[in-house]
């Protein structure tokens, strides 16, 4: 995971027809803000401390978790872990989300919360979320003994700095109403004890385990391969025609390595889910360069 990431993406307008030159990013203010280019004609601006870690983790414990250690410590942690002790990596995911539940309920910039949803969106935290959602390698133990962490160690110290710099507030430099960006209302007892019923409300909620073990089946995620199969080639045939066919056969291959047999055929289903995205991904670009190739050429006329 890389450890800035954008928080607004501006498009910069032509000033005049015919700019010969892509215009310049616009000079940092003195607030420190950090402008980078990602493209000819756009670029992110990112406020100091956006996303950014507090304390470095390097276990893989819940135990060891110190109240300094913020979503970003423990997620970072976690995708490292992630391949060699899921298992491990997933308890962390799970304590990284109750922080940044924790962190929603404190920060007052309403623009600053979805920090938490964006790293999800990522593709990473994206699989090994889904990963705790499909494996019977995870049950209804584990969950519980999360939330029994989480009741014992209290709500943590840090400063949510890493989600009030991913706000507006801190893009165009407007002060909170409360303590760096905290609301003044907050209760910081209260706030932990919501997160902490919310994910015990899962934990303990017998029928929702019951159900998950008769969806999570091998031959259930081997049908649900089948759907986003299916669902992934309409999408080819939809956006991108011109490498659909290439692209379809791809997909067609990264799902038939799916063993039903093997010891965890939830992470299959994770590794094939995500190929997937990203033949269609390339498969997209591809089709636009054609497409924007054809353009080019009709506009020259060679």
């Known amino acids: 995971m890389r450890s800035a990431l ?13 700019v010969a030159a892509d215009p310049p990013p616009p000079a940092p203010a003195d607030r420190g803000l950090i402008v980078t280019r990602t493209g000819p004609r756009s670029y992110n601006i990112d406020a100091p401390g956006n996303l950014a ?21 423990l997620l970072s942690r976690a995708l490292l872990l992630a391949t060699e002790d899921p298992k491990a990596a997933h308890g ?25 949803s964006y790293l999800l969106s990522l593709s990473g935290p994206k699989d090994l979320k889904l990963w705790g959602a499909l494996t019977r390698k995870l049950g209804q133990a584990d969950q ?9 160690s209290g709500p943590p110290t840090y400063h949510p700095g890493w989600m009030v710099q991913h706000g507006m507030r801190a893009i165009n430099g407007e002060p909170g109403k409360g303590d760096k960006g905290i609301r003044p209302d907050f209760d910081p007892a209260a706030a932990w004890t919501k997160v902490c019923a919310q994910a015990a409300a899962t934990a ?11 969806q999570t089946t091998p031959a259930a ?8 199969e299916n669902g992934v080639g309409k999408n080819l045939d939809a956006r991108a025609p011109s490498t659909a066919a290439v692209a379809r056969e791809r997909v ?25 995205e990203r033949i269609f991904e390339e498969a997209y670009a591809e089709h636009v360069r054609r497409r924007d190739a054809g353009f080019e050429k009709q506009k020259t006329g060679k």
Not at 66 to 73: A, C, I, T, Y
């Open 6 to 18: 954008p928080s607004l993406t501006v498009l910069a307008a032509a000033l005049s027809l015919g």
């Open 204 to 214: 303990d909620d017998n029928a929702y385990w019951a159900a998950r073990e008769q």
């Open 144 to 152: 519980q003994a999360v939330v029994a962490w989480a009741r014992k």
């Open 53 to 73: 870690p507090n304390r470095p983790f390097t276990g893989r414990a819940l135990s060891e978790i110190v109240p300094e250690n913020n979503p970003v410590d």
């Open 92 to 116: 962390l995911f799970m304590a990284a989300s109750l922080r940044a539940a924790y962190d929603i309920e404190r920060v007052e910039d309403p623009t600053a919360k979805v920090a938490w």
């Open 221 to 228: 995620l081997q049908a649900m391969l089948g759907f986003l």
């Open 252 to 276: 067609r291959q990264a799902c038939a390595k799916f063993d039903p047999k093997s010891d965890d055929p939830a992470w299959q289903f994770v590794v094939a889910r995500a190929e997937s």
